[in-house]
């Protein structure tokens, strides 16, 4: 296609069955242009300029079973042109300026679908020899010229059989003859933007009265919002048109109040979208089975006009502005239920609105603003399988355990819905999960670790964007069945966790956009061996010589690396889009040669500044910052009282106990925290020394068993005894918060030795004992306060 050529090439294969000849320039079609393709079962010539077919012209490719000619400005049909084409089932004659349907195709008896929209036709009326056309079962034509339709135009699809789908949309229709549908047999009639007026519409609605037909479409499929029809029952022919399904595209207001359904009483499914429709009047359907009403601008979920609807199996309400549910009463066969896309709140769900729903399957409640869970939550709708409340602020599931009953629960989406877990318990009783969709939620201290204990059949885990740092070896512990899992976008730097055997059927692992610099080799070779796609993109990956392990692997496992386009290196030496796919390993080598040489001569050198180095590095680099940020800091008034060293997990005690003790007590102690206080953009190392040390008069050191795990606790604690040695004050207060093993503490350099030879204060539950504590504290942080 597309290659401007002006013949078809006879090297084609005969063996060939398709052949896609479009956008190419075949002004002439004759018996000549077409090899001998005995085989070519479709064919398409699209916008090839053709403009004259003659006789015979399909006669070397006369076993079609499609021919496509859309988009020629074809002026001369042969009389005889299709004549060959004994097995065409799907002629396509669309925009190529046709004026009738009284073509000469008498030999194609097995054809079955004939496309002519977008042509000039102004009658519908088909040749009598196609009543003979048993298999036919689409006429598509629309965007023509039809504006009457009669009896006579009629007569042959009446002849023809129940299996045809006639599609009228966008055809200019003026005036239907009444009866002119009258038994008719139809499986689809489609007649979207198929009137000229309302009141056109009005009167051809009545006219098709007596039609038989399966699945009725019509409405507006395009946006006109400047008709607004003014009769309350210009919908009532479809009173007398006998159709199982029925679809109704609203693009207009009406000025009126209208009964929509009032005509759709006997259809099984009925679906309503767009318009301005503000209310719905009661309907008693009798054999209803599904219906959709879809962005119908109804600002109640209409519960009371589907209730005690014993057929209803399924409602899809979405994209409309209903803010509450009426409650679905005595619809026992109900099993899907898609509230989606509303603006729903609700303080207690989801019992409450649906009473009476035994069989109740699949409920979708996402992209609402707030859904409010309590212990009963699912009470009765213990035959649920899919729950979908992703981008919906879900309050109480983080700490509740809702889905006890749930046994058969398949599939949980909560994305996005404001969640931060922290009860362990909260998935108990879903043993049939297999996909969990949890991405943009957080988790409290380690309740990852055991929240997924129970889920043993999963198989697809999303935890994207969650923020996560660390994942602990244990947490997928049980997750034997596990496919899928996806960590993109958090905050990961290892992936051990992988490691371990019980992932063995991981086969799709995405940890893209995490803070991943490298993969020691080890790690890499404990992959699950079904892994057949990871991603690794959008990471600091760092490519150095001391990585060459790391970017081998890279490059020789690329056929499992989904977008290792994408995995760029983000060493300084290196420009900012530089693959590393493409890094150097060769250079590498020469260096390390280059370097083991110097090594041996000067071996004993090297040896003794690495051995000084190693033994004072954190004294060299505690002195190299301090150095930096000493000077100008040291010349100002200090911002904080006392700036506070604790690990994260400690939080709930700084927060809730340290800091509304201190800075609400009289007078205030003004604290430095830093995830309060520390500037945005600053590097931690810059923050903690500018911001914390320097800033501060003081530092409070919370001692804790996650403290001591804490390397960006020791981190701060050595910077701050480094600062106050220099200033010979003793300036850090020490606050044990639970008690450490004595040789813990030794993990820490210079802690041990601090508690041997100050006094420290300890954190104790106890009435008394508390009062002492912060009297104590507070004395101290002000006992040198200006």
Known sequence: MGRNLTSIPPSIPSSVQTLDFSFNVLNRLQKTVFPVLSFLRVLDLSRCHIKHIENDTFYNVNKLTTLILTGNPITYFGPGCLNTLHDLQRLV????????????????????????????????????????FKDFSLLDLHANNISIITSDHTVVLREIGRNVTLILSRNPLLHIEPGAFKDVNLKQLDIRSAFVSFAAQKVGLKSLYGLNVKRLLFGRNRDDYKIFPSDSDYLDGLCSINFHEIYYYIKERPRVQMNVLRCMINATIVTVKGGLIRDVTYVAFKDIKEIYLIDTQLDIVPGKLLSHLHTLEKVVFT???????????DVPKLRYVDLSSNQITLTSCCTEILLGTPE???????LNPQISFSFQTFGGLDFLE???????????LGH????????????????????????????????????LKMAGNTFQGEVVRYLFYNLTVLEHLDMSYCRMVELHSSSFKNLQRLRLLNLRGNNLMTIDFLTHPYLKQLRS????????????????????????????????????CSQTDFILWIIQNQNILKQSENIFCKSLSLISDFRAIDFDIDSCVHKKRLTLALSIIFVTLVVLISVLAYRFQFYLQYCCILMRGYRTPAQQECSYDAFVIFSNYDEVWVMNELMENLENGVPPIHLCLHMRDFQAGKSIASNIIDEGIMGSRKVIVVVSQHFIDSAWCRFEFELAQSRFMMERNANIIIIILEDVNERRTK????????????????????????????????????????
Request: with cysteine.
């Open 93 to 132: 004659l669309v925009d190529v300026g046709l004026t009738s349907l009284q073509l000469q195709m008498n030999n194609l008896t097995k054809l079955q679908e004939l496309k002519v929209g977008a042509n000039n036709i102004q009658s519908m009326s088909l040749p009598p020899f196609m009543s003979t």
């Open 319 to 329: 994209q409309n502005i209903a803010t509450q549910v009426e409650t679905f009463i």
């Open 360 to 366: 109740i399957r699949h409920l979708n409640l996402s």
């Open 386 to 396: 899919i729950l979908d409340f992703h981008h919906t602020r879900v309050i109480g």
């Open 400 to 435: 509740l355990s809702v889905f006890s009953t749930l046994k058969y629960l398949r599939y949980l989406d909560v994305s996005f819905s404001s969640i931060t877990f922290t009860n362990i318990f909260c998935f108990y009783g879903l043993n049939s999960l297999n996909v």
């Open 509 to 544: 692992f995405y940890v893209d956009k995490n803070s991943i610099t490298s993969i020691p080799l080890h790690i890499l070779q404990k992959l699950p061996t079904n892994l057949s796609e990871f991603d690794l993109s959008s990471n600091p990956i760092e490519c150095s």
């Open 747 to 786: 993990k820490v350099f210079g802690l041990h030795k601090h508690l041997k030879k100050n006094t420290y204060l300890k954190w104790s539950k106890d009435p008394l004992s508390n009062m002492r504590f912060w009297i104590r504290l507070r004395r101290a942080i002000i006992s040198t306060k200006q």
